[in-house]
């Protein structure tokens, strides 16, 4: 198998003149390529398991010569797009049907896939992310937390609902070209959007949740697609920049910029140079970009006639250039201060710092001052432990050091050991000065023996003296009243300058909160709440109730349903604000809708489900070892903004169950990529959507923003082993990484 770097490699080699040439017949219709492919897309399995799984034996037709074939009809043009895939028909008359590649086919559109990344990665922009390595939903929200100052006015560049057709397709095609010359893979990528083996829709909710209709090459075709879109808002980002490099207004326009930014940025310099203000908080303005597959949010720091102009040069280019159509009822202007606009399923808001950082309640101060207090009195034990034991060794070694020099008649030592000595000793001293100076006592003893019956206090006595003596002697009870005056140590000095940080605090708190925004991420936590009451989770009141659905599967596989749910929602929440609510909402409802079915399972009350399985949901495995699959409490309170992942949403868990049969037939292989395992058990699909009887395209009726399986995949079985159906309930795979046409034929 190819690493990586050597698949970069392979790729780079064949790039001639500003182009890549034949990529298919020396990189994708290579063996090694295409294993490499396999093993990507293989569920848990090693190298050393694959080769042995292809090389040594048969995987339904996916063996090594089938690999050699398949580069033979890849290299010829003949590889057949059709035979690969399976049509699935809907139950319902008026239902989309779905079709669907098989596992050899997704080993193809896999090699297409590393081959395209290979050539594109670099060349997209910073701030498109989705279906690239390190660049998911968490990166995306720390680029909006971190880099965005101070947003005015924002909107969100919607498309509307429709499929890739395709003249799409052909422009695709055209855009692809300018950077690859080889007309097999153009054809290649033709056939599979002509078989519906790979499909995309621009805006829809679906993309990048890893549904089942979603392909893994659509993720790289939108961002190659929506490339151009994107270094046009770069361009208007770097004239927007230059035009005002920082607080100093220099510059001129440069002849590129369009006709909209440049008059507007123009007019701001004569305005702010004829009224001569004063740029003492001022802040140059700004244009962010944020792309996550084909849902784009615009934000501008400056005036709202700007950030229209803005808008309509990109409405423009994506109906001009692209030929997307957008939805403008959608696409709307909204003030990032006053309302809220929804990215990648949260919710964004500008706010003052002190709404993301508020101050101290005098309840908490309170607290941190008697934890402050406590702690410094465990420090002063363990000095005074520590004094204690250096004096005792101290005893030691001059008990020591007086008998040798009673025995030996005196020290007997060269003169370079004086100043090593000295040097120590002094040392010492300071150290002893230091901590004398830390006990009130000591200092409140001397205090009183050097200010306390003095002579020289008296005026009588003064005026005999010379006056030098006296300005020394008043400048020592100076010196002896501010360093050894245990009270003033203690209350005057700590009080003023507690005081004085206390004032630059405030003051630093007021001067951001007045000129300075920041940004609040939440997660939407009334759709949430939709959610939960639309999956039956919770009751007309809101209060938790059981799944009678789930009942027929096995306790522990209950569970893992449930947690993988809730493990869905906290990894994808974490970097909210509001992160505590939605721990409530897995916390409570999420774990008492579990107990509730498992006790009506077993015809119990949920006392005694609790006393069984106890709040933490402990089940048996096979083994009889206690396992817990769904978070404990105390991993929730500690749960937060950590992890910079993609995380998958929870819709493609939430809209699907999985009912375990009983059936007699004989044992299939696993469904998942490349798993062997015969030991199955058949489950059948249910949708969410299907059982409530509920189109997801209305709103009314279904939440807004959650995507749902396609519906052709309701009511079919699955076989499944141990493993992978546990990795499916608690979210660790998908759908996408199951072959669901082995089930219904064309091997």
């Avoid at 002509?194 to 990048?208: P, T």
């Avoid at 770069?234 to 440069?254: H, Y």
């Avoid at 203690?490 to 940004?519: A, F, G, H, N």
Wanted: aromatic share 8%; glycine share 6%; hydrophobic share 40%.
């Amino acid at each position: 198998m190819k690493s990586k770097k050597d698949i970069e490699s392979l790729v780079l080699k064949q790039y001639k003149n500003g182009r890549f040439h034949n990529l298919v017949n020396n990189v994708i219709a290579v063996p090694s390529i295409l294993f490499a492919a396999c093993e990507n897309l293989s569920v848990g399995r090693k190298g050393g398991e694959l080769r042995h799984l292809l090389f040594c034996s048969e995987y339904r037709g996916v063996d090594w010569r089938w690999i050699e074939n398949t580069c033979q009809q890849l290299k010829d043009g003949n590889f057949n797009m059709d035979s690969h895939c399976v049509r699935m028909i809907p139950i319902r008359i008026k239902g989309e049907s779905l079709a669907l590649p098989n596992l050899k086919l997704k080993v193809v559109i896999e090699a297409i896939r590393m081959v395209l990344e290979v050539i594109y990665e670099k060349r997209f922009m910073t701030f498109a992310y989705g279906g690239r390595v390190g660049m998911g939903r968490h990166t995306a929200v720390r680029y909006l937390k971190t880099s965005v100052d101070n947003p005015n006015w924002w909107f969100r560049l919607r498309f509307s609902h429709e499929k890739f057709d395709d003249l799409r397709v052909k422009k695709l095609i055209s855009i692809m070209e300018e950077k690859i010359s080889d007309s097999l893979l153009m054809d290649l990528i033709s056939n599979l959007f002509l078989s519906e083996a790979v499909c995309i829709e621009f805006g829809g909710c679906y993309m990048g949740k890893g549904l089942l209709q979603e392909s893994g090459l659509s993720s790289i075709l939108v961002n190659i697609y929506l490339n151009g879109l994107d270094r046009e808002i770069q361009n208007l980002r770097s004239e927007i920049s230059r035009a005002r490099p920082g607080f100093e207004l220099v510059g001129e326009i440069g002849v590129q910029a369009p006709s909209g930014v440049k008059d507007w940025v123009q007019e701001q310099v004569t305005y702010r140079d004829s009224k001569g203000l004063d740029n003492m908080f001022y802040k140059p303005v700004k244009l962010f970009a944020c792309r996550y597959l084909d849902d784009i949010l615009v934000i501008c720091s400056g005036s709202k006639i700007l950030t229209m102009r803005v808008k309509d040069l990109l409405v423009e280019f994506s109906e001009c250039s692209l030929g997307l159509k957008i939805d403008r009822l959608n696409t709307a202007i909204h003030s990032a201060v006053s309302e809220k606009i929804e990215f990648l399923g949260l919710e964004f808001q500008a706010v003052p710092p002190s709404v993301l950082q508020p101050p101290l309640s005098e309840k908490a101060i309170r607290a941190k001052k008697k934890y402050i207090k406590q702690r410094q009195a465990r420090a002063m034990e363990e000095r005074n432990a520590l004094e204690t034991r250096r004096k005792k060794l101290g005893m030691k070694i001059l008990n020591h050091v007086f008998k040798k020099y009673k025995r030996s008649g005196g020290f007997k030592g060269e003169p370079t050991v004086a100043p090593v000595a000295r040097e120590m000793f002094g040392t010492w001293a300071k150290e002893v000065i230091l901590e004398f100076l830390d006990s009130p006592d000591e200092c409140w003893e001397w205090h009183h023996k050097l200010t306390s019956g003095d002579f020289l206090h008296s005026q009588s006595v003064r005026d005999l003296l010379p006056q030098d003596l006296l300005d020394a002697y008043d400048q020592f009870q100076v010196q002896v009243d501010k360093y050894l005056n245990p009270e003033k140590m203690k209350e005057t000095m700590p009080e003023e300058t507690q005081l004085e940080e206390e004032y630059i605090r405030y003051s630093k708190r007021t001067v951001d909160d007045l000129t300075k925004l920041c940004m609040k991420v939440d997660a939407p936590l009334e759709l949430m709440r939709k959610s939960v009451k639309l999956a039956r989770f919770t009751n007309a009141m809101g209060r938790p109730r059981p799944i009678k659905l789930l009942i027929p599967l096995e306790d522990a596989d209950i569970v893992k349903w449930y947690a993988g749910i809730g493990m869905r929602w906290l990894d994808f929440y974490c970097c909210c604000h509001n992160f505590r609510t939605v721990k409530t909402i897995v916390n409570y409802h999420l774990r008492f809708s579990c107990i509730l079915t498992l006790a009506e399972k077993h015809e119990s009350s949920k006392h005694d489900a609790i006393k069984h399985y106890s709040k933490d949901l402990k089940v048996s495995s096979a083994e009889g070892a206690e396992e817990i699959y769904f978070p404990v409490e105390n991993d929730i309170k500690m749960m937060g903004d950590k992890n910079l992942s993609d995380p998958k949403p929870v819709d493609g868990l939430l809209c699907m169950a999985f009912v375990r049969l009983a059936s007699d037939e004989a044992p299939n292989y696993c469904a998942a990529h490349f798993c062997n395992v015969k030991d199955t058990v058949a489950y059948r699909v249910r949708l969410l959507q299907s059982r409530l009887n509920i189109n997801p395209f209305d709103e009314k009726k279904w939440v807004s923003g959650v995507a749902a399986t396609q519906e052709s995949i309701d009511r079919k079985c699955l076989p499944l082993c141990k493993q992978h159906i546990t990795d499916l309930y608690l979210g660790r795979i998908t759908l996408q990484d199951v072959d669901c046409t082995s089930c219904f034929g064309g091997h």
